[in-house]
């Protein structure tokens, strides 16, 4: 369950729960009502934009957000291409909209030392079901 998810397990889990409420697909799995190969199932099938997706493009941006952008940046050059056809001089590139810049982000040692809890948390969970089933 730890490498379906990888490093993502709080936007993992928060996408399950928002895609697939009232269930609550980690609990099924934890308690046996669902086998991995069906937790694996309803994570691939997550919308693409869920915090899960999200959390591995390491940007908030969302689908409509980069259809915003692109659909920016067509009209821009389409309006460069017609103004420069049907003007005399010399007509200005368009300034494209910049793609949103993802810059490494610093985990504090609280930060660090929380996800360390959560992983060590949810392992013991995993370690004690795999033991007793």
């Known amino acids: 369950m730890l490498r379906l998810l990888g490093d993502h397990q709080g936007p993992g889990d928060a996408a399950l729960q928002s895609t697939y409420a009232p269930r609550d697909p980690l609990a099924e799995y934890l308690q046996g009502r669902i086998s991995t190969r069906q937790l694996r199932v309803l994570v691939e099938g997550l919308p693409t934009d869920s915090a899960f997706h999200r959390a591995h493009r390491d ?22 291409t017609v103004q420069s056809a049907l003007s005399k001089s010399p007509v200005p590139k368009p300034d494209l909209l910049p793609a949103p810049v993802v810059a490494p982000s610093d985990e504090d040692e609280a930060d660090a030392e929380y996800s360390a809890q959560q992983l060590a948390e949810i392992q013991a969970v995993a370690d004690g079901w795999f033991a007793n089933n």
């Open 59 to 80: 940007t908030d941006w969302r689908d409509s957000d980069w259809i915003n952008r692109d659909s920016n940046s067509i009209l821009r050059v389409l309006l460069y």
